[in-house]
């Protein structure tokens, strides 16, 4: 199955009309979801972190395959830096009930190449418990896409290690996506590192910038070429995966069975008001 083009056209699903949307249906468009949460991110990063930076990997990616962005949900489930104003804790239960309403909801309308972009570490297993769910139930594909993770081998390339959560990669994301929310003189290495450790757990932390390997090279920096350079080789590591993801969904119908042309179509058909 060939992927779409690349598009010039509108990404943003909120900012399109009818007849556009009809158009992605037609053209039978992944649909990008970006998810994040708020959340302390060290002094020099803003609180959305996570949920820029899903939404800004989600409008690159949307680009290059010929997709649109959906409105991303920025509250999700933190732990950590849960008492850290203004940490967004939502119970699981109704966190993973929230997503599986708006999956649905996409593929009800006829969207089946649906591409969930997680831009905060706590959503991971809800999202992937949930996803798994939403399969089971109708012919729709599902790819979760913790961006980060894919990230950290990029890091380690460009910067010499990985860093964690306000680290290297999120703050050159950040530093890629929007430079003029990042307050470079706030940051502070005695103050701001901490690195997490097994043998004991602290709720906070006493640090915001998590170095997960206590490893110096992964401290943010501030380096706006740098960031760039790492940044363009992380989106296309996760291109690459998803190329070849929706490449593959033609094989045995993987993802999408019945075939979607075999459904009925019309928006009363995709709502299932039609027989």
């Known amino acids: 199955m060939a992927r779409p083009k690349p598009t010039t056209a509108p990404l943003l699903l909120d900012e399109m009309t009818t007849p556009q949307v009809e158009h992605l249906l037609d053209r039978r468009a992944p649909l990008f979801f970006p998810v994040g949460t708020l959340e302390a991110h060290g002094r020099h990063l803003p609180v959305g972190t996570d949920t820029l930076c899903a939404s800004g990997v989600a409008r690159e990616l949307a680009k290059r395959f010929g997709g649109a962005v959906a409105p991303a949900l920025p509250y999700g489930l933190t732990n950590l830096l849960a008492q850290t104003a203004p940490g967004s ?30 831009g905060h570490g706590g959503n991971t297993e809800a999202l992937k418990h949930t996803a798994r769910l939403v399969i089971r139930e109708s012919p729709v594909a599902v790819c979760v896409v ?130």
Do not use: Q
């Open 89 to 118: 804790f939502f119970p699981d239960d109704l966190y993973r009930e929230f997503v599986k309403a708006t999956l649905r909801g996409f593929r009800a309308h006829g969207f089946d190449r649906l591409v969930v972009i997680n």
């Open 146 to 275: 913790n961006w980060w993770l894919l990230a950290e081998p990029v890091a380690r390339r460009v910067y010499g290690a990985r860093g964690g959560h306000a680290a290297v990669e999120e703050t050159a994301a950040v530093m890629t996506l929007r430079p003029d929310l990042v307050d470079e003189g706030r940051y502070s290495p005695p103050t701001d590192d901490f690195t997490p450790e097994d043998s004991i757990w602290c709720y906070p932390t006493p640090g915001e910038v998590l170095i997960y390997d206590g490893d110096p090279r992964g401290r943010p920096t501030f380096d706006r070429k740098k960031a760039a350079t790492f940044m363009a080789a992380t989106l296309d590591e996760i291109e690459k995966r998803l190329d070849r993801w929706l490449r593959g969904l033609g094989r045995l119908r993987g993802g999408l069975r019945p075939a979607a042309d075999d459904l009925p179509r019309g928006p009363g058909a995709r709502l299932g008001f039609v027989k």
